[in-house]
């Protein structure tokens, strides 16, 4: 288990206060403490914001159409970011997808990694 420290302040108050929270290190440590379902729940809320913001930012182009900003939002993939001239694959999405196409296990992955972070 992994604690994050954060911090919030109040643009009303001026106020800002710092704690300790733990939400696991790794997705496994998150579903153990906070359940598949709450997980999930919290990475679709995330995946639809940023869904939006790759529409909004199209919009936001007047030489782009509200086809292209439908395209945008519809074709968004958590982990691939887009910047200009195209598309630039997240390391963590690229094995995502290994893992779901069956093409490598959760466990090869876990191995590998713990064998290059310890090499």
Same mark, same amino acid.
């Given at each position: 288990? #992994?604690? %994050?420290?954060?911090?919030?302040? @109040?643009?009303? !108050? &001026?106020?800002?206060? @710092?704690?300790?929270?733990?939400?696991? *290190?790794?997705?496994?440590? *998150?579903? =153990? $403490?906070?359940? @598949?379902?709450?997980?999930?729940? +919290?990475? !679709?809320?995330? %995946?639809?914001?940023? #869904? =939006?913001? #790759? #529409?909004?930012?199209?919009?936001?182009?007047?030489?782009? @159409?509200?086809?292209? %900003?439908?395209? /945008?939002?519809? !074709?968004?993939?958590?982990?691939? +970011?887009?910047? &200009? &001239? &195209?598309?630039?694959?997240?390391?963590?999405?690229?094995?995502? /997808?290994?893992?779901?196409?069956? =093409?490598? *296990? =959760?466990?090869?992955?876990? /191995?590998? $990694?713990?064998?290059?972070?310890? /090499?």
């Amino acid at each position: 288990m #992994a604690n %994050a420290t954060i911090t919030v302040k @109040s643009p009303k !108050t &001026g106020r800002e206060v @710092s704690f300790e929270r733990d939400f696991g *290190s790794n997705i496994e440590e *998150s579903v =153990q $403490l906070f359940g @598949s379902e709450v997980v999930h729940s +919290v990475f !679709t809320a995330q %995946a639809t914001i940023r #869904a =939006q913001g #790759a #529409a909004r930012s199209v919009l936001d182009k007047e030489d782009k @159409s509200v086809e292209d %900003a439908l395209k /945008a939002g519809e !074709t968004y993939t958590p982990g691939v +970011v887009r910047r &200009g &001239g &195209g598309s630039k694959k997240d390391p963590f999405s690229v094995l995502a /997808a290994k893992i779901n196409s069956g =093409q490598l *296990s =959760q466990e090869e992955i876990l /191995a590998e $990694l713990d064998k290059r972070l310890n /090499a």
